[in-house]
Structures are given as structure tokens and as C-alpha cells.
Nanobody
Framework: QVQLVESGGGLVQAGGSLRLSCAASGLTFSRYTMGWFRQAPGKEREFVASITWNSSGTTYYADSAKGRFTISRDNAKNTVYLQMNTLNPEDTAVYYC????????????????WGQGTQVTVSS
């Protein structure tokens, strides 16, 4: 069974940074597109960033994340990361790691495996 475990969330002041990690098991990690989604209270879950399974590691970002967040992966460690800089209170949400068997994806419906999430709270 695929397991994804997020870590690195916490409380940070506006303008600060956090680095989220997602450790994967039960899948051939290098063959999965990995993504990060988030869900704020009272809002729908939304796409944040993804990185493809190909050797180039092509990345995709939501408009809200461009220029501030960086997704990366370490296939040897079966881990995907999300470096978040210049955080805003609007970034407060539960952040979820997800895996897709598609060569690339930014659509939540194409990610079949999900972690339990890690809370990110940005204070003003």
C-alpha cells in the first residue's frame, strides 16, 4: 500500500520560510508525479505544485506559488520537498503530499495517493 507522510509544517511569521517534506513508500517513486496541495478552513483543496517523474523533473506551480515556492524531489530518498519562502497569512492551510501515476499532472483528480497532511500556519 502506498504511504505518504508529510512533515515540516508549523507556525511561522509572515515573510518567513518553511520546508515541507514527504516521505513515500509502497510505490516506485521515480515513476510517479509528485504534488503538493493545500486546503484552508472553509475552502476547497487546491493545487500548489507538482514535479514530473521524467528525468528532467519538470515543475508546475499554481499562480499563488510562483516565485515563492520550490518543489523538488530526491528519488534516492523517495522524498519530495516543498520549499516555501515569503509566506503570507493566506498560505495558512493543511498541506498534502500526493502521488500520480500520470507522467505529469496538476489535477487533483489524477492523484490517487494522499498523505495525511501537515499544518502550516502563517501569522501576521
Amino acid at each position: 500500500q502506498v504511504q505518504l507522510v508529510e512533515s515540516g509544517g508549523g507556525l511561522v511569521q509572515a515573510g518567513g520560510s518553511l520546508r515541507l517534506s514527504c516521505a513515500a513508500s509502497g510505490l516506485t517513486f521515480s515513476r510517479y508525479t509528485m504534488g503538493w496541495f493545500r486546503q484552508a478552513p472553509g475552502k476547497e483543496r487546491e493545487f500548489v505544485a507538482s514535479i514530473t517523474w521524467n528525468s528532467s523533473g519538470t515543475t508546475y506551480y499554481a499562480d499563488s506559488a510562483k516565485g515563492r515556492f520550490t518543489i523538488s524531489r530526491d528519488n534516492a530518498k523517495n522524498t519530495v520537498y516543498l520549499q516555501m519562502n515569503t509566506l503570507n497569512p493566506e498560505d495558512t492551510a493543511v498541506y498534502y503530499c500526493a502521488a500520480s501515476s500520470r507522467p505529469w499532472s496538476t489535477s487533483m483528480s489524477l492523484f490517487g495517493s494522499w498523505g495525511q497532511g501537515t499544518q502550516v500556519t502563517v501569522s501576521s
